[in-house]
């Protein structure tokens, strides 16, 4: 049964998301989420609930907006895919063809590719930065163009927490002449009518549900592998959080929503993680952003076994999350891309589905998140 706090639409046979749904505020901490899934291109799940802000009663609504952190990520990789099904942009190419400047320190030969499987050993950055730096874009790119890789390039992978979204994004750039969130804006989100951007706009900025640091763990519970690299100053995990900056304190300011951070603050919500996933699978509403050979060839493993930056297994296809046992999605077949604390979109196109989901409480990292885990779950027993 729905919890009075739970608002939205469910088809019939659906059910059981919605009782996962609630079962996540009764059992395992929710504070504010949603949830939206879109099957054959149709909406079947649209639920909304708690609240917006803990300390008070303003509810987690239709038109509430989240930063999604690294599930910005997958929207990045839709925007480049677009590019290449339109023939003005080659993963295969060298870097330099776009970004002359990039071919510092031995990067010369260094292909597109490489820089969305996290295989280009760029995940930090020598030159020390600061947060006005990440910012302002240029100091970051720059900083990019002149690092010499941390490992040999295309000899093992690590994920590029920060720098991918620097590196997809000049890319871009240099090909359309605009920003990547002003080419995501015009060409994703305005075509399907989402609430999605990459540098959000400040009239936008009262809608912003603040995100909530993950709760303390109990006393003698074992640090998670993520958060034991994060803190071990001696690990590229650390150095990628460390250098560009990505502090846990300016996650909730206006100046880090108004910035374009390609691989961490993109705002949105679950219906339009969803819908956006759906149209690379499938038409919705006359837009469709993938063709069918785009998504093969985009979701093809690049990427796969122990993660030099994290620490554990991780599968990437060009861009997108594929499914591996912390980030499961719906298992095989699924692409996407999943965001620190617990915010998740994908698609499955074996399946016909698309899945959006986004919350204000944090989660730790270093596992499976359990309230998408008893979502998705309940999502496949109706199927």
């Known amino acids: 049964m729905i919890e009075t706090r739970i608002q939205g639409f469910v088809k019939p046979g659906f059910e059981p998301v919605s009782e996962a749904f609630a079962g996540n505020f009764e059992r395992l901490g929710e ?6 899934i879109y099957r054959e291109g149709r909406v079947v799940v649209d639920l909304q609930g708690g609240v917006a802000t803990p300390a008070e009663s303003n509810p987690y609504a239709a038109d509430t907006l989240q930063m999604v952190m690294s599930s910005t990520k997958g929207v990045v990789a839709v925007a480049a895919h677009m590019l290449a099904q339109e023939g003005n942009l080659d993963f ?11 071919g510092a320190e031995g990067k010369k030969d260094i292909p597109v590719r ?14 020390r930065l600061t947060i006005e730096d990440v910012f302002a874009w240029t100091p970051v790119v720059d900083g990019l163009a002149a690092q010499r890789p941390l490992w040999e390039p295309n000899s093992a992978h690590g994920y590029h927490v920060g720098t991918y979204g620097w590196l997809a994004g000049e890319v871009i750039r240099r090909i359309v002449g605009v920003s990547v969130g002003e080419f995501v804006a015009r060409r994703i989100a305005e075509p399907l009518k989402l609430d999605l951007w990459i540098g959000l706009p400040e009239a936008m900025e009262p809608r912003v549900a ?44 206006r100046a880090f929503h108004a910035a374009e951070i390609p691989a961490a603050n993109g705002i949105t919500n679950a219906r339009s993680l969803a819908r956006m996933y ?3 699978i499938g038409e919705v509403d006359g837009v469709r952003l993938l ?52 915010s998740v979109g994908f698609a499955d196109p074996g399946r016909g589905i698309a899945f959006g989901y986004v919350m204000n409480q944090m989660l730790p990292s270093g596992g499976v998140d359990p309230r998408t885990r008893s979502l998705v779950d309940a999502l496949l027993g109706c199927l």
């Open 31 to 36: 504070v504010g989420a949603a949830c939206c």
């Open 92 to 102: 295969d190419a060298p870097v330099v063809e776009y970004w002359p400047e990039f």
């Open 114 to 127: 490489w820089l969305f499987s996290h295989r280009a050993g760029l995940p930090a950055i020598d030159r």
């Open 210 to 253: 603040p995100m909530v640091a993950p709760p303390p763990p109990a006393p003698g519970t074992p640090v998670d592998i993520f958060t034991a690299r994060l803190l071990d100053p001696s690990t590229l995990l650390h150095k990628a959080f460390v250098n560009p900056p990505l502090p846990a304190p300016v996650f909730n300011q």
């Open 278 to 280: 759906a149209a690379c």
């Open 291 to 342: 063709q069918p050979k785009t998504v093969e060839a985009a979701t093809r493993v690049q990427s796969a076994g122990e993660d030099l930056v994290l620490g554990y297994e991780t599968r990437y296809a060009t861009g997108f999350q594929l499914s591996f046992p912390f980030r499961p999605m719906a298992g095989q077949g699924s692409f996407g891309h999943y965001g620190m604390g617990g």
